[in-house]
């Protein structure tokens, strides 16, 4: 079995090919810039003909490779739809045509987000793609229709894995970004600043660790998973509340999260000020709700997540450049 | 390129020298016939001197026995850009950079004559003219349709009883259809630079990447095109559809000199099947930015991108109408020469006025041979894209432009395919256009390919709002087009004009 990996230089991307090498797969990562030192890596592009790959490369891809994971995009809730449909809607649409000229292909794995959801009202399973959701931003829309495109690959064996916030320390060591998704609320909170969450932060945060998710990604291939729809997030279901002041635990912090309806209202005003992107606002109410056998699709064994991981992640943000937005925050008080 | 404007050239505007081929040169031949000038030119600039007037008043600059909003210099139809620039600045907000991104594909503008602007209240008022007159324009083009196709049945029954009264007949009740056709194609031209200006703004207030929703929610959602090139699949020449298989804005398009010089991009793809543009289900951008907006907002963005998406159909409705008076003239006029002894081809020398005056002054036939003699040295002077006349000794130099134009997106998305050149064979792959120019006879390719890459046209060109209809990404400004060598693959961003050629 030789995997192509493609983004594979990524957070998540990394961790699979790690993942991987583990279970002894061979692996092939497909990355812009490249660089990432853990596999035979090509170099290409998702938005280009035939993925950007050199005719050698090429070659090299349709002799060997048998498994491919689809992991590349940015996680960036502040996408314009312009960069949100080039890289997750055009880069899947081109990604799917060059599967059908791979005649080895014997299972694909889209990695999808449970974020193609949107805010749904109603309890959504594994089956749901469009349930009338409404989308809070472009990354939400992009994701739904790279997903919408995958289910309608009916010619191709590839299935989707949908996961929550990703969080827990890079595999390859290097810092942890706090601008996008999740983490860019962590210089407001570890700033001290209060932060309102519906019910206080205590419903669903849906979060995994990096390394339970490439496992499931792995057992996605080796089982396979067909043309099915995975969720996995982790089991023990911490709170959106839980998972911050594990976080904010990192730098040795107590986040101040309240629950104050009131701020709703001045949110928008308040957020840039005290430098919460106006993109999370939407994330401070329960996210959606999720049927309760969703996660009995992905095959037992299912994997542990690592210890503390929330924890690893807020003390693995304070390592980089990345970083340096937290003190600024403080200051600014 | 110093050389003495030739004796067919209009009559230059005493404040007014710069014109600019514009998006006359995008989709119309390089040099038009006496005849056909005729029958674009001046009723173009009737209509925007009518326009002007209706909301300006009768200004003394928009008056006068010269042009004023367009030329034709050398054979070649020009837009007066110093002209129009200078009504972009007599609406309010509006600059004259609006304009030039809109159909200039992005000049320098010429420097403004402050002095000739109206007073701010008068800029005003005539703002909100413009608006009350958009709110007529569907009725008109309902009518003008009727009246049009009238007109098309009294040419084809004036043809089968073969009467020269009848023909004249024809000849007379087109000249106001005609004009109306481009006064309606005026009027809805100009209003989308105004809107989109709105547009561009109100975004920028209510939304993040205001401009990118625009370019997404800008789309029209029913083109005339289709309609008409299935009656010319249908009906021929006897149908609306007929004159689509002709050059659009010559109507001497089979005689010397001018059939070199047409201008046909028609391509057939009936052959294939068209290309998948979603799947059951799919949620379109426009449906996504409503529901991540409040109503209020919504509503407002939603209002203002039909405005101007309707206006852009429109705006195509009222150029086909114009298309098919041509095509009526086409066929008219050859017949009438013979009617009237002239040699053959001689009429395309003659303005239409002078044609339907032949009969009560036969000595105008007489201009022929001067105006032949006129017309064979212009066409022998390279005529460049951009005219800077403002010398005033009539010498042709080009418009030394600040900045030139680049690459653009203008309507959006990412498309990858193969390169598809104007006599290719359509492959069995996914394909990108690539032309030099395009115009609305290209439609039915559209449904087929996954991106146009043309290396003319602006934001409001014909081919990006046709692009925009069938939802096919379209990068315009692209200068190397010649040298994509065939079969290479190409991908192109709509929205950030992104190209990348992949050599086969």
């Given at each position: 079995m030789?995997?192509l990996?493609i983004g ?8 699979i090919?790690?993942?991987?090498q ?11 810039q ?20 050199s005719?050698?490369d ?20 502040g996408l314009s ?10 880069g ?5 045509a ?5 005649p ?5 794995v ?15 399973s594994?089956?749901d793609?469009?349930?009338?959701q ?12 790279a997903?919408?495109q ?23 060591g ?26 206080g ?13 490439a496992?499931?990604?792995v ?11 995975w ?12 998972v ?8 040795g912090?107590?986040?101040?999260i309240i629950?104050?309806?009131s ?24 996210w959606?709700?999720?049927?309760a056998?969703?996660?009995?699709s ?28 937290a ?7 | 390129?110093?050389?003495a ?11 007014f020298?710069?014109?600019s081929?514009g998006n ?6 390089q040099r038009l016939?006496?005849?056909s ?6 009723p ?9 007037r ?6 003394p600059?928009?008056?006068?026995s010269?042009?004023?909003?367009v ?8 837009h007066n850009?110093a ?39 008068r ?9 009350a ?19 098309e049945?009294?040419?084809r029954e004036?043809q089968v009883?073969d009467s ?6 024809v ?9 109306d056709?481009?006064?309606l ?6 209003a989308?630079?105004p ?6 703004r ?9 401009d ?17 090139h299935?009656a010319?699949?249908?009906q021929?020449d006897?149908?609306?559809g007929?004159?689509?298989s ?9 005689l ?11 391509r057939?793809?009936?052959t294939?099947?068209?290309?998948s ?5 799919s949620?379109?951008?426009a ?6 907006l409040?109503?209020?907002?919504s ?12 206006t ?7 150029k ?22 002239l ?13 339907s005056e032949?009969p ?12 032949r ?25 080009p ?7 680049t ?5 959006p ?7 598809l ?20 006879d ?6 087929l ?6 290396e ?27 040298q ?6 190409v991908?192109i961003?709509?929205?950030?004009g992104?190209?990348n050629?992949?050599?086969?």
């Amino acid at each position: 079995m030789s995997v192509l990996v493609i983004g594979g230089s990524g957070y998540l991307g990394a961790a699979i090919v790690s993942a991987c090498q583990r279970r002894g797969l061979d692996t092939l990562v497909l990355s812009r810039q490249g660089g990432s030192g853990l596999s035979h890596e090509v170099k290409g592009d998702v938005l280009r003909p035939g993925l950007g790959l050199s005719i050698t490369d090429a070659d090299l891809v349709r002799a060997e490779v048998t498994e491919v994971v689809l992991t590349f995009g940015s996680v960036d809730w502040g996408l314009s739809p312009a960069q949100a449909q080039a890289i997750h809607a055009s880069g899947t649409a081109n990604t799917l045509a060059f599967l059908r000229g791979l005649p080895s292909l014997r299972q694909a794995v889209h990695i999808s987000s449970l974020l193609v959801l949107g805010d749904s009202e109603q309890r959504v399973s594994n089956r749901d793609l469009f349930v009338g959701q409404r989308f809070r931003n472009w990354y939400e829309y992009g994701k739904y229709r790279a997903e919408r495109q995958v289910r309608d690959a009916s010619d191709l064996p590839i299935g989707s894995v949908r996961f929550g916030p990703i969080i827990g320390s890079d595999p390859l060591g290097r810092p942890i970004s706090v601008t996008h998704g999740l983490l860019a609320a962590l210089p407001t909170l570890v700033g001290g600043w209060p932060v309102h969450l519906d019910e206080g932060g205590e419903f669903d945060s849906w979060v995994t660790d990096v390394a339970s998710a490439a496992k499931v990604v792995v057992t996605a291939l080796t089982e396979p998973i067909g043309r099915e729809t995975w969720t996995w997030y982790d089991p023990e279901r911490p709170t959106m509340r839980q998972v911050l002041t594990d976080m904010c635990r990192g730098w040795g912090t107590v986040p101040r999260i309240i629950d104050a309806p009131s701020l709703r209202r001045v949110n928008r005003w308040l957020a840039p000020r005290i430098g919460l992107p106006a993109e999370l606002l939407p994330y401070c109410a329960p996210w959606l709700s999720l049927h309760a056998d969703v996660l009995d699709s992905v095959p037992q064994p299912w994997p542990i997540p690592d210890r503390d991981y929330a924890f690893a992640t807020g003390a693995s943000a304070r390592t980089g450049p990345a970083s340096t937005a937290a003190p600024q925050a403080r200051c600014r008080r | 390129m110093d050389q003495a404007l030739t004796s067919v050239d209009t009559d230059l505007h005493p404040h007014f020298r710069v014109f600019s081929a514009g998006n006359f040169g995008e989709v119309a031949p390089q040099r038009l016939s006496p005849m056909s000038w005729s029958l674009v030119g001046e009723p173009m600039e009737r209509g925007t001197r009518e326009l002007a007037r209706r909301l300006w008043g009768s200004a003394p600059w928009a008056t006068g026995s010269h042009f004023v909003f367009v030329g034709y210099l050398g054979c070649r139809p020009y837009h007066n850009l110093a002209a129009y620039c200078h009504l972009a600045r007599s609406i309010p907000g509006l600059e004259p950079d609006d304009v030039t991104r809109a159909y200039f594909e992005g000049i320098a503008p010429p420097p403004d004559l402050k002095a000739l602007r109206p007073p701010p209240l008068r800029r005003a008022f005539g703002a909100r003219s413009l608006l009350a007159e958009l709110a007529q324009v569907g009725d008109r083009l309902r009518c003008l349709e009727q009246r049009v196709a009238e007109l098309e049945r009294g040419v084809r029954e004036a043809q089968v009883v073969d009467s020269a009264l009848a023909r004249y007949g024809v000849l007379r009740d087109a000249e106001a259809v005609l004009d109306d056709a481009w006064a309606l194609h005026i009027l809805t031209t100009s209003a989308l630079v105004p809107l989109r200006a709105m547009q561009r703004r109100t975004y920028d207030r209510l939304i993040a990447h205001g401009d990118e929703i625009a370019h997404e929610l800008n789309r029209p959602r029913e083109l005339v095109w289709d309609r008409l090139h299935a009656a010319s699949r249908a009906q021929g020449d006897y149908g609306p559809g007929g004159f689509i298989s002709t050059s659009f804005y010559e109507v001497a398009d089979s005689l010397d000199p001018w059939a070199g010089f047409t201008v046909r991009h028609r391509r057939d793809g009936a052959t294939r099947p068209a290309r998948s543009t979603g799947s059951t289900g799919s949620i379109e951008p426009a449906e996504a930015v409503a529901s991540m907006l409040p109503k209020w907002r919504s509503r407002v963005v939603q209002a203002m991108s039909t405005t101007v998406s309707d206006t852009m159909a429109a705006r195509e409705h009222s150029k086909s109408l114009a298309m098919r008076m041509l095509h009526v003239h086409r066929l008219l006029l050859p017949s009438l020469a013979a009617d009237l002894g002239l040699s053959d081809g001689a009429w395309t020398y003659l303005l239409r006025r002078e044609m339907s005056e032949i009969p009560l002054r036969p000595e105008l036939q007489h201009r022929v041979d001067a105006r032949r003699s006129a017309c064979e040295r212009a066409l022998a002077t390279p005529m460049p894209e951009h005219l800077d006349l403002s010398d005033g000794r009539g010498d042709i130099r080009p418009w030394q432009a600040e900045h030139t134009s680049t690459q653009r997106g203008v309507a959006p998305g990412v498309g990858t395919g193969v390169a598809l050149q104007d006599h290719d064979e359509v492959p069995d792959e996914p394909i990108i256009i690539v032309c030099t120019s395009a115009d609305a006879d290209i439609a039915p390719l559209l449904p087929l390919a996954e991106g146009v890459l043309c290396e003319r046209g602006s934001e409001f060109s014909h081919i990006a709002i046709l692009s925009r209809e069938y939802s096919v990404p379209c990068v315009v400004g692209y200068r190397d087009v010649s040298q994509i060598p065939p079969g290479a693959a190409v991908s192109i961003n709509g929205t950030t004009g992104e190209v990348n050629i992949h050599a086969p």
